[in-house]
């Protein structure tokens, strides 16, 4: 897997926490934890049926650890992994 | 001159806030008062009662809204009818308790004065709001009782976090959001929601209507018991962190509605209940703290409806997964955005009428009981007026059926849960044994 796609996936999930947060994706740093950019259960859930929707891959389901959720960085790279592996 | 978009004295209603009308109107009818809920500031220091009720008065003044009713337009829509002028006459009431008992007032004491608050029926049908305050020695609690009709509870916070702002600065929101289209365009978009919803409801009813505790005997009291548990900094973030290490990541919500769900069941197994399942509406706000801040009144919830076979209620783990895959599914299906759009068409209906609609799916009946997550408060201040706020929690009247709830809320850094239930319908245990078993369940015995 390489850092671009890796980088396409961080962008697109950047815009969806964006679209959550109702804030500009330009304010959203990749390296801060979601629980402190103010997401809740509702807006995880949300950002998890997105990711379903645009890689197809379930995350409920997948096993992922909570540190693999913690950041956009970290979860865009397990996205990225999981894609490759397919 | 530009004509204006809106009348200046009507605001139509959403399906959402016809539903919470009639939840209102049952409520009423069956416990003499409405759907209120009260949310209440506990201050440090006493709170002079009559700068309080004389800049709540001047405030209050300024928002006719809060003094209007529900009527219905030529066209069939139901609105909110503002009058042209608001009140200047506000219902305050102020109790001392220093005065009367001896100085180390327990909080019993308190919470009784703020359940005859809350308890109490609005004076006529033109009043929706009402202040208490009391104070005791060191510590004052302010408490604003209010109606469902023209808050929901993250609103009445903001409403309030308005009067703090005018109070400090003289600033006011220009933004404010108050008109509402009356919704009678797009009819097929309505009814392929309303099918979807009825798809929903369908699928979660059974053949026997879901497990309740019976409302109490008429002669009983009519008015509504609270118990409240307030999680302090340290307890709230192991709490955080059980839930993380249950339930997941950010998983917060679906871990207090389980351990409810297995709390609740507990008292139902204790009475020898065996028949049905819970069904649990949980009405959720997903609006971003600055849409909470420009739309401050009327309901802007909608629902989650959740189902748990009985036989899942005793596995903490199978609950928890249920819970959660039901979560995805409703936010995948949308089903919160589909009860909104579907519950305009519902607005046709007298109140009376759809109140026996909403019980057909669930055999009478139209919940186990009510939960809710507020995981973010839209009062920014540390202080209400001049006084240091120690905590702030929320003590809603349940819709009667089912007339019990519990309610997660946070507050800066504290995590209260509130029980509220029919007086008369728990006894003293059960309700004592209800908090023991969430304080278990929640892993901070």
Known sequence: MDKDSNKVIEESLILEVAAILSRDPGSIDPEIPLHEMGIDSLGFVELLVTIEKKFNIKLME????????????????????????? | MTALPYSRNKRYLTGIDWIINVLNYMTLKETGAGFMS???FELNGEADSLQTESSLSAFMKKHPLLNGRASRDFNLAPYWKIPAEGTGKISFETIHLSDSLDKDTSFDDVLTGLEKGI??????????????????????YLAMTFDHLVFDARNAEAFLNMFQKDWESGEYPCDLTITEPAHLSMWMDKFKAGQRVNRAFLQIADRVPPRVLPLPLPQAGKGFKFKILSFKRKEAEAITENAFNQAGYLMLMPYA??????????????RGFVSGNYVIPVSIDNRKKEEVMRQVFFSNVSFFIFKVEAELAVSFPELLKSVKEQMYNQVKTDLPGDICKASLLMRIAPLPLLGSLMKIYLKGQIASFSF????????ESSCFMNNKIINMFHMPRVPVPPGIGIFFQKSKENLNVILSYMDGMLSGEESGKIFDLLKFRLGVE
């Open chain 1, 62 to 86: 997948s096993g992922l650890t909570r540190n693999d959720f913690r950041t956009i960085r970290s979860l865009s790279s397990k996205i990225g992994a999981m894609e490759y592996s397919r």
């Open chain 2, 38 to 40: 009260q949310v209440v």
């Open chain 2, 119 to 140: 308890n109490r029926p609005f004076k006529n049908r033109n009043e929706h709001v009402a202040f208490h305050l009391i104070t005791k020695k060191g510590k004052s």
């Open chain 2, 257 to 270: 509605l389980s351990a409810s769900v297995s709390a609740l069941h507990e008292i139902f197994a204790g």
């Open chain 2, 372 to 379: 809710s997550y507020v995981g973010e408060s839209a009062y």
